[in-house]
């Protein structure tokens, strides 16, 4: 996206407040994919990372398929987001102990989580869904991997470095989501391909 | 061609012979020899070959079966792997017209465009189109004879081969124990669905649909008053405009539907998946159905859903409708929703081993 604002990790809370619904944003810097297993395991247990400063840091709803080499390094072979909605009972939690800047996924959240981002500072970045090639060239380096042994290679903690990696913002920290606003315009037209009236707000 | 085997002098061992006829699988699912039958008689039922000495030429080593489990690994693999790594022609077509309706520096219009060029990278790379490689789902059509079991073990061995090789994701999860299986194929995955046609070739089609899309998809039941949506074919109609809605943007749209009014809840949602195999510019045979697909979609599309619910014109790409009978108690509407990735192929095996792929 061309036009698109570049973002470099850690996003520091007036970074992430000055982001409005509808931005078009590339961020670079420290990005962990964490789905449902994980959010799961993170809220029964909060595991600590010491070695890991998630603060500011993206977190990115995504079960990538990754291949060992020879070498024993990982590559990533395809990388695009998974529906977010999953983990509307964990997130707001999530974001509160980890400190996460963003969080980015596909089909956005629920209100629980556009409370959280106000609450704690933090927005929800919107990837392509299905574009894995295009966003896995954007991992230049696996940094690492967490509970890779107990979640499976979809589900594991991976840790990327990205660059420029495309996103819109769906949901800031000021409480607007581009969803809500979709989901309102939609309604109205199937009230009216459906003859119904609109029903009371 | 054939490779043939130095005739055994007279009598060879039955279990020998099962080894030999396995041997020559070349790689590109092209198998070698042409032998139409692929029924494999148990060397436990077979007469005994030294009862029948005499007529020589029953008494070769038989060839490599094209519908057997090993060249059909090799088939199906390809199959996968063309099925993951690129796109149909007809989907990439839709989306570049969607994509030049929208407006200029749009959202919409710049998320189409990722769209086309992640397919183009992924074809040229020879990786998957999305991380999410999907159920394979296989319908496979075969000559009378053929082993049903050699189909369904060589789609999950070949499904196996694919993941270990990076074109499908381990993407098999044991519900029970919540482990991944690895590489391995799961209990009732691939899903595979094998019927007899009268040709002498096999047909295999596949098709690969992600969870998000897959987790989109609905079943009604007639009526339903919110929606004014009662037993007939208007009433389907609002059913599936309200499905598109729910939806938003959230199964990957543009996405394509599958509907089928009719059936029970398990054969109506499965002849609704089966409605994906279909190509965009397949119009139902029946004429109330394809009028349905075309208002359908110009409707759905009025919505302003877009491209991954970011807003725009673009919604959906195709409806594909289809009815089953019913009870007269009954009447679903079963809506299978598949993400603008549509990864489907499909392979025409001839009786001789000829493989010929397309999409």
Known sequence: MSLARKLTTPLTPEVVRSLKRGDAVEVSGLMVTGRDALHKLWVKTWPEYPDLDLRGAVLYHCGPVMRKE??????????????????????????????????????????????????????????????????????????GVRHLEELGVPEAMWIYEVKDFPLIVTMDAHGDSLHEEVRKGSKEVLDELLGRKKPAA | MAQKKPKKPARPVPAKKGVARREPVPAKGRAVRPRPVAKKPSPATKPSPAKKAGPVVAKKPVPSDPFGEKALVATFTELIRRAATSMPPDIL?????????????????????????????????????????????????????????AIEKAAAKATEVATATGYLRPNSVDTLSGKNTGNAPGRGMPIVHVHEHSRS????????????????GAQYSLPNSELGADRDLDGVKRIVLDAVFQAQGKG??????????????????????????????????????????????????????????FGGKTTLLGVKMSHLARLPASYFVSVSYMCWATRRASVEVSSSGKAVYAQ
Request: aromatic fraction near 4%.
């Open chain 2, 252 to 309: 990957c749209s543009p996405g394509i539907l599958g509907v089928c009014m009719g059936g029970d809840r398990a054969s109506g949602m499965g002849e609704a998946k089966r409605q994906l195999f279909r190509k965009l510019g397949d119009r139902s045979p029946e004429p109330a159905l394809a009028a349905a697909e075309e208002e359908l979609l110009t409707k759905g599309n009025l919505l302003g859903v877009g491209p991954m619910g």
């Open chain 2, 93 to 149: 077509a839709a989306i570049e017209a969607a994509r030049d309706r929208e407006a200029e520096g749009s959202v919409a219009r710049e998320t189409l465009g990722v769209l086309l060029e992640n397919s183009r990278i992924a074809a040229a790379t020879s990786r998957p189109v999305c991380q999410d490689t999907g159920m394979p789902l296989f319908e496979v059509a075969v000559p009378r004879g053929v082993s049903i079991r």
């Open chain 1, 70 to 143: 020879k070498n024993g390094s990982w590559s990533v072979l395809a990388a695009g987001p998974t529906t977010s909605i999953r983990e509307e009972p964990y997130q707001a939690a999530v974001i509160g102990k980890y400190g996460f800047g963003g969080v980015v996924g596909k089909g956005g959240m629920g209100l629980k989580t556009l409370a959280g981002l106000k609450e704690h500072g933090a927005v929800y970045l919107h990837a392509i869904g299905g574009a894995a090639q295009v966003l896995a060239q954007r991992v230049v380096r696996v940094l």
């Open chain 2, 201 to 216: 070739g096999l047909k295999a089609d596949l098709i690969l649909k992600g969870g998000g899309c897959e987790n989109v």
